[in-house]
């Protein structure tokens, strides 16, 4: 049976992470064990030149039997991330929420205070960089040639290129999760220094790669695209592409997390709520958002914007005109650090998403809006035509104006203005995603060694 080793080494580091990638990374490594039994598969992390099995990928509580060394770390982490929670509460309130100067300066402070706490971590952290993971959580595997090394975390910032190397030189097949190709389409939504880090990794997985996955198949025609730009079509075709599609529900959702009180506020409140859902950055186009809104205040319309994602970067001015606006708190809501339980609210009350992203890999958060039978508009990008088809609105992203006429009409008639209604919309599930993402690999490797065995059968034929 062939062995899929499923690499988690971002999540198993930082656990506390909760972006997209992360949730796509967790979701899928939860499914493993309820796929058919076609290959086996091995969730996998990388470490100091080493490649373990993950037992799990919760963070360990330190116990009696714990080196003080690795107990400290534990504890520090805990410290830092609890520290950082606390950080996010304090911003919500006034003038923190108010003001860009108020929060910066919070932040600064908070930033030099926790010293106390990552100076001390990063010190043992570096100290403890050659020992083992603990047992258990990660385990040594020996690799066995014919395994096929599935790098399905984000690993465009790691280290381990030279394991990879030598794992691939045992025998073991290399395939590569794509979640977009943004640095390289869209630089200029990017930090420089991301777009580089990125230009290098693609280099070094367009050369070592066997085969690609992505989570859409807009993105995979785009990385068959970029392979023949960077290797030649001789050589990009030697290497076989495949898509899968993610699910949609939300798997940190606690029974006894508690629903954020602002947020349950707003929706008590009549007027109907509109819902953005992603981390405030220049490609999500926030900035669209209030521009199409603006034109429908200005004409007497009740309907509230509610935005809900971490800030992110190059973001300043724009959270600058939300602080500053008129209708802030009234028609205008921002929530930055809301947990799972307060978003599975967020998604069941509001009356529609809006979504004007430049460029997405997938867009994650349409799916999970429409899962729960919440009607989305969107821009109207490839991806997010793959994703919606007839079932999603889709507007200008030229004109602010096609987005406040979808929401007059839907206001004014009570017809969303999609050609198919939401509730006929399916899609799937985690398993689901987890299946096509390992039964396309599958089919991709052994589309891929179909050639070999009819050249070898070829070869045996012309034998005397």
């Known amino acids: 049976m062939m062995r899929f080793l499923i690499e988690c080494t971002y999540v198993y580091e930082h656990p506390q992470d909760n972006s997209g990638i992360q949730r796509v990374v967790r979701n899928i490594i939860k499914q493993l064990a309820h796929l058919p039994g076609d290959v086996e598969c091995i969730p996998v992390m990388m470490n100091g030149g080493q490649l373990y099995q993950v037992l799990s990928l919760a963070p360990l509580k330190p116990r009696k ?4 060394r690795q107990a400290l ?12 929670w606390w950080h996010s509460r304090l911003e919500r309130f006034r003038p923190f929420s108010s003001s860009h100067t108020a929060r910066r300066a919070l932040f600064l402070l908070c930033k030099l205070a926790s010293l106390a706490i990552t100076l001390p971590l990063r010190s043992l952290l570096w100290l403890n960089r050659n020992a083992q993971p603990a047992p258990e959580r990660a385990v040594p595997l020996q690799v066995q040639e014919g395994d096929q090394l599935l790098l399905l975390d984000s690993s465009w910032h790691a280290d381990f290129f030279a394991l990879a190397e030598r794992l691939k030189q045992q025998g073991v097949g290399i395939v590569s999760v794509i979640y977009d190709l943004i640095p390289l389409t869209h630089p ?21 790669a066997d085969g690609f996955m992505a989570i859409s198949k807009t993105i995979s025609e785009q990385v068959e695209r970029e392979l023949q730009l960077r290797l030649g079509a001789d050589e990009a075709g030697r290497r076989w592409h495949g898509h899968f599609h993610l699910g949609s529900e939300l798997d940190l959702v606690r029974a006894d997390a508690t629903l954020q009180p602002e947020l349950r506020r707003m929706f008590a409140q009549k007027e109907p709520v509109y ?7 220049p490609r999500k186009n926030h900035a669209y958002l209030l521009d199409a809104f603006e034109l429908l205040w200005a004409q007497g319309s009740t309907a509230r914007l509610c935005i809900i994602g971490k800030v992110g970067w190059k973001c300043e001015a724009l959270i600058e005109r939300i602080n500053k606006h008129p209708l802030n708190d009234k028609c205008l809501f921002m929530f930055n650090g809301i947990n799972d339980k307060s978003l599975e609210y967020a998604y069941s009350n509001a009356r529609a998403l809006v979504f004007p992203s430049y460029a997405e890999g997938f867009g994650l958060p349409l799916v999970e809006a429409m899962q729960r039978g919440l009607p989305a508009m969107a821009s109207d990008i490839p991806v997010f035509r793959e994703i919606g088809g007839d079932f999603m609105a889709y507007f200008d992203l030229n004109d602010p104006q096609t987005l406040a006429e979808h929401i007059r009409t839907f206001e004014t008639t009570g017809q969303f203005p999609a050609t198919r209604p939401v509730s006929e919309w399916q899609w799937i599930d985690w398993n689901g995603a987890a299946r096509q993402l390992i039964s396309g690999t599958l089919s991709g490797i052994r589309r891929a060694s179909k050639p070999s065995v009819q050249a070898a059968a070829v070869a045996h034929a012309d034998c005397p």
């Not at 039997?65 to 003080?68: G, K, R």
């Not at 520090?76 to 609890?82: F, I, K, Q, S, T």
Request: charged share 25%.
């Open 65 to 68: 039997e714990t080196p003080l």
């Open 73 to 84: 770390i534990i504890r520090l982490d805990h410290a830092r991330n609890r520290y950082w």
């Open 188 to 208: 200029q939504f990017c930090d420089a220094g991301l777009v580089k880090v990125f230009d290098q990794w693609f280099d070094w997985i367009s050369r070592t």
């Open 275 to 281: 819902l953005m859902v992603s981390t405030i950055e």
